[in-house]
């Protein structure tokens, strides 16, 4: 309670604190070797205009002078302009340090003008062609997964190279999904994929699957670069899947689409 206190007497104050001058490196090391916890000190950022050394040597001065690496990165965003979150912990909109836009699970596309944008989710109908176990973190299909996409073409439209950026939910990672190039119907959009996209299983080699890989550019969070190479044609990131079915039976679950074009 007394902790509750202190903060909100600090955040009221900051402003009359700093309001002769505007943050900089050094108020940051003052307010570290204060003992300020790191959430108070990203709020205080967040709040009040600053001019920040961001360069290496400035950023290793930081770091040498105890500041965290979460204050660090408060002070690269907020010197670029955007804001970062105090604490991803308790606060489950984004995490620190992501591009502006990306803030949530899901999936992300960069557009023309370097702005990332999320990806729409379309429904796919899914029938299977043989006995299924239960889906999740130790099931697995068995047989064929095909899947039919109402429309012939996304609605995202893309050239190659094209960026994306993979959010995933906990306990998630991005080989539990699957890059799939899309056969084109007179009305709709289809796929088959042997494993669902939940684990690979003998190499993971699927008739529709595009090989794709993934960096690690925050916790959960992975940036993927189709290259310049990439067909033209229609796509699709497929999720994992969980859920119980029986043999034959049609479900529905969703999938990421865009278009690659010329």
């Keep these: 309670m007394r902790k509750s206190i202190f903060a909100v007497l600090f955040l009221a104050i900051c402003p009359l604190l700093f309001a002769q001058q505007a943050l900089n490196n050094d108020a940051i090391i003052k307010l570290v070797k204060a003992g300020l916890s790191d959430d108070l000190i990203v709020s205080t950022i967040n709040a009040q205009q600053g001019s920040y050394d961001t360069s290496t040597d400035g950023i290793i001065a930081l770091k040498t002078a105890g500041v965290s690496d979460k204050v660090v990165a408060a002070v690269i965003a907020r010197s670029a302009g955007a804001t970062t979150l105090p ?7 984004g995490l620190p340090g992501l591009p502006p836009g990306v803030d949530s699970v899901g999936i992300y596309s960069k557009d023309r003008d370097g702005v990332w944008n999320e990806v729409v989710a379309e429904v796919v109908n899914f029938k299977t062609g043989g006995a ?8 697995f299909i068995k047989g064929d997964l095909n899947g039919h996409i109402g429309g012939t073409r996304s609605r995202l439209i893309l050239k190659a190279p094209a960026e994306f950026i993979l959010y995933v939910p906990e306990g998630r990672s991005p080989g539990e999904y699957q890059l799939l190039k ?9 796929f088959r994929s042997l494993t669902g ?9 699927t008739r529709d699957a595009v090989d794709f890989t993934s960096k690690k550019i925050a916790p959960r969070v992975y940036a993927i670069t189709l290259p310049e190479l990439t067909a033209k044609g229609e796509y699709g990131f497929l999720p994992p899947l969980d859920l119980v079915s029986q043999t034959n039976l049609a479900s529905s679950g969703k999938i990421y689409t865009f278009a690659i074009v010329e």
């Design 197 to 205: 996209g939940i684990i690979h299983v003998t190499g993971g080699a």
């Design 182 to 190: 899309f056969r084109i119907n007179s009305d709709s959009r289809e």
């Design 132 to 139: 299924l176990k239960h889906i999740g973190s130790i099931g």
């Design 87 to 93: 604490s991803a912990a308790s606060n489950n909109q």
